[in-house]
Every structure is written in structure tokens, then in C-alpha cells.
């Protein structure tokens, strides 16, 4: 079972920046996909972005294209989502997620194993 803990949240005004981290470990986390994802109060937990085992391919969602990047360090076993020009729609608890399966982290709703999430919250 992989060990995901989450971090960087905080609040911001609009149009502000975080970086969040995700920190995990277990048996072959360094050859897995691993992604970001958020959830809104009463809306479904959704995938932000994704990328591949080694960081070759990513995948944003439409509403973070250009604002958000996803990047990681494999030999910290850590993803990285850098997070610009946010908006008040971006309030969220932030997850994060692996799979050898680059597809799998598109099945939300499989998705059984996640970090406790670290809380965004973007207000003026």
C-alpha cells in the first residue's frame, strides 16, 4: 500500500500562487503514475493533472491549463503541483494519488487510496 501526505495548502487572495507536495512511499512508487486531484464542498472529487512514471507526459484538466504545473522528483518520491493565477473556483481539499496504471488515475471513483488532502482556500 502506498503512504501518500499531502502539503502547501493555505489561503491566498486571487490571483495568488502555492506550491503543493506530495510525499509518498511504498512498494514501487518510483515507477508509478501519480496525480493531483481536488474536491469542492458538494461537488465530485475531480483530477487536476497527472504525470507519467518518469514525467514525460502530463495531463491538466481544462480549467488549470497554463495556471497549474505538475512536476516530481523521483529520487524524493515527491510530486510537486506549482499553482498560479488562482481563482476563487480553485477553493478545494487537494489529493493526491498513484498507479501503475497511467489510465487508472483517470477512474476517480476506483480510486481508493488517498492522502488525508491539504486544504486550498483562495478569498479576498
Known amino acids: 500500500q502506498v503512504h501518500l501526505v499531502e502539503s502547501g495548502g493555505g489561503s491566498v487572495q486571487p490571483g495568488g500562487s502555492l506550491r503543493l507536495s506530495c510525499e509518498a512511499s511504498?512498494?514501487?512508487?518510483?515507477?508509478?503514475?501519480m496525480g493531483w486531484y481536488r474536491q469542492a464542498p458538494g461537488k465530485q472529487r475531480e483530477l487536476v493533472a497527472a504525470i507519467s512514471n518518469y514525467g514525460a507526459v502530463t495531463y491538466y484538466n481544462d480549467s488549470v491549463k497554463g495556471r497549474f504545473t505538475i512536476s516530481r522528483d523521483n529520487a524524493k518520491n515527491t510530486i510537486y503541483l506549482q499553482m498560479n493565477s488562482l481563482q476563487s473556483e480553485d477553493t478545494a481539499v487537494y489529493y493526491c494519488?498513484?498507479?501503475?496504471?497511467?489510465?487508472?488515475?483517470?477512474?476517480?471513483?476506483?480510486?481508493?487510496?488517498w492522502g488525508q488532502g491539504t486544504q486550498v482556500t483562495v478569498s479576498s
Open positions: 511504498g512498494p514501487l512508487i518510483s515507477i508509478s503514475a
Open positions: 494519488s498513484a498507479n501503475r496504471q497511467w489510465a487508472a488515475l483517470f477512474e476517480v471513483d476506483m480510486i481508493t487510496n
